[in-house]
T-cell receptor, first 114, second 118 residues
Framework: NAGVMQNPRHLVRRRGQEARLRCSPM?????VYWYRQLPEEGLKFMVY????????ESGMPKERFSAEFPKEGPSILRIQQVVRGDSAAYFCASSNLHSGNTIYFGEGSWLTVV | AQKITQTQPGMFVQEKEAVTLDCTYD???????LFWYKQPSSGEMIFLIY??????QNATEGRYSLNFQKARKSANLVISASQLGDSAMYFC???????????????FGTGTRLQVTL
């Protein structure tokens, strides 16, 4: 887990507001992944990004969700006009060519929509 | 079709005993990786162990070992000498290497909740 930083850890939003979740990968990592975990379920892949590029967004809902990983700064997962069904834990993971087979996860961000 | 199947929603084990958590997978790739993660009640995902499809030996990490049976497509996690702190959710996950050479998109199972008792 060490090194992948996510914030905020907990976020409460009212329906219709926007949620922004941030992820700073481990130092030197250029691959970032976002996963969503609904209550009592396993993690589901959402999106895979490299610096300034979205490589695979096949797991992202078509509307209201977006992600970016700018040249400078953390990766951002943005959820617009949140609904109750968006309440979940959002995990970020990072890797690089040399991280081998250990995929490092952050501690997660818990979004609650009220 | 479900790619990772964990058929045990919950398991109990007595302290100091060994326990096996089941995981079966489905893939047509020749090259893939299998992972186990622990998620305690605090929520973080803790990497436990990795097994590559071409690894001939079963992976071991301390009290964790992975019983890899390729022909049966199973990758069961064995925890020896269970401790109270092992109580958590355990997730099996797979990376299919045809995805891209260096990427690490994982497919997770639904998890097994392990409770260690005195």
């Amino acid at each position: 887990n060490a090194g992948v930083m996510q914030n905020p850890r907990h976020l409460v939003r009212r329906r219709g507001q926007e949620a922004r979740l941030r992820c700073s990968p481990m130092k030197g990592h250029s691959h970032v992944y976002w996963y969503r975990q609904l209550p009592e379920e396993g993690l589901k892949f959402m999106v895979y990004l490299q610096k300034e590029n979205i490589i695979d967004e096949s797991g992202m809902p078509k509307e209201r969700f977006s992600a970016e990983f700018p040249k400078e700064g953390p990766s951002i997962l943005r959820i617009q006009q949140v609904v109750r069904g968006d309440s979940a834990a959002y995990f970020c993971a990072s890797s690089n060519l040399h991280s081998g087979n250990t995929i490092y996860f952050g501690e997660g961000s818990w979004l609650t929509v009220v | 079709a479900q790619k990772i199947t964990q058929t045990q929603p919950g398991m109990f084990v007595q302290e100091k005993e060994a326990v096996t958590l089941d995981c079966t997978y489905d893939t047509s790739d020749q090259s893939y990786g299998l992972f186990w993660y622990k998620q305690p009640s605090s929520g973080e995902m803790i990497f436990l162990i990795y097994q590559g499809s071409y690894d001939e030996q079963n992976a071991t990490e301390g009290r964790y070992s992975l019983n890899f049976q390729k022909a049966r497509k199973s990758a069961n996690l064995v925890i020896s000498a269970s401790q109270l702190g092992d109580s958590a959710m355990y997730f099996c996950a797979m990376r299919e290497d045809s995805y891209t050479g260096t990427a690490s998109k994982l497919t997770f199972g639904t998890g097994t909740r392990l409770q260690v008792t005195l």
